[in-house]
């Protein structure tokens, strides 16, 4: 279904030029996560900072496949994925980090599990598109990229757009008999 975007398959966190921080992770009921992150400019320095501790942070956490700013304490448009490796991934874009991303069309509800760093004890059945389009610009450059993805690939963009935006998974959830306790990160 989807083509890989080669602006996108040419970037790596590398290009960055830093190496990343592992930042904590806050949790939920913290109220950045309920704060819609601003814009960021990608060519700024504590943007592109940004960006590597993301990559950093979300490579030491077990389970991790996506870290959005508001996940480390900042209200920003920005975050970082990777479904490389996941047994649910069907198109997969490798690592890489997006600002100021915006869905611009999305297709075939399904209903899936979901888990996130913010909420450890949980997981929630979320209704979501299969099948995405989302734009936004890679940090360090001014690279706008267009990513057409599907299943759960698709899925982690939405979650993380979804933190960008001050929202978590639990925001989405049909009520109290969708949502599950975790048993362990694998």
Same mark, same amino acid.
């Given at each position: 279904? @989807?083509? &890989?975007?080669?602006?996108?398959?040419?970037?790596?966190?590398?290009?960055?030029?830093? #190496?990343?921080?592992?930042?904590?992770?806050?949790?939920?009921?913290?109220?950045?996560? @309920? /704060?819609?992150?601003?814009?960021?400019?990608?060519?700024?320095?504590?943007?592109? *900072?940004?960006?590597?501790?993301?990559? !950093? /942070?979300?490579?030491?956490?077990?389970?991790?496949?996506? &870290? *959005?700013? =508001?996940?480390?304490?900042?209200? @920003?448009?920005?975050? @970082?994925?990777?479904?490389?490796?996941?047994?649910?991934?069907?198109?997969?874009?490798?690592? $890489?980090?997006?600002?100021?991303?915006?869905?611009?069309?999305? /297709?075939?509800?399904?209903?899936?599990?979901?888990?996130?760093?913010?909420? =450890?004890? $949980?997981?929630?059945?979320?209704?979501?598109?299969?099948?995405? #389009?989302?734009?936004?610009?890679?940090?360090?450059?001014?690279?706008?990229? #267009?990513?057409?993805?599907?299943?759960?690939? !698709?899925?982690?963009?939405?979650?993380?757009?979804?933190?960008?935006?001050?929202?978590? $998974?639990?925001?989405?959830?049909?009520?109290?008999?969708?949502?599950?306790?975790?048993?362990?990160?694998?």
């Amino acid at each position: 279904m @989807a083509h &890989l975007n080669q602006t996108l398959a040419s970037w790596s966190p590398a290009q960055l030029g830093i #190496t990343g921080d592992i930042l904590e992770v806050v949790r939920a009921p913290h109220p950045v996560l @309920a /704060t819609e992150g601003a814009t960021v400019d990608p060519l700024d320095p504590v943007m592109v *900072a940004l960006a590597s501790d993301l990559v !950093a /942070t979300m490579r030491v956490s077990p389970g991790c496949v996506g &870290l *959005a700013a =508001p996940q480390v304490g900042i209200a @920003a448009q920005m975050f @970082a994925l990777d479904v490389t490796g996941h047994p649910k991934t069907r198109t997969c874009h490798g690592v $890489f980090v997006l600002c100021n991303a915006v869905v611009v069309e999305s /297709t075939r509800q399904e209903k899936g599990r979901e888990g996130c760093m913010s909420v =450890p004890d $949980f997981t929630g059945d979320v209704k979501r598109a299969t099948r995405l #389009t989302v734009t936004g610009v890679l940090p360090g450059t001014t690279d706008h990229v #267009t990513i057409s993805t599907d299943a759960f690939e !698709a899925r982690a963009l939405q979650h993380e757009i979804d933190h960008c935006n001050g929202q978590l $998974f639990l925001d989405r959830v049909a009520g109290a008999h969708a949502v599950y306790p975790r048993k362990v990160y694998q």
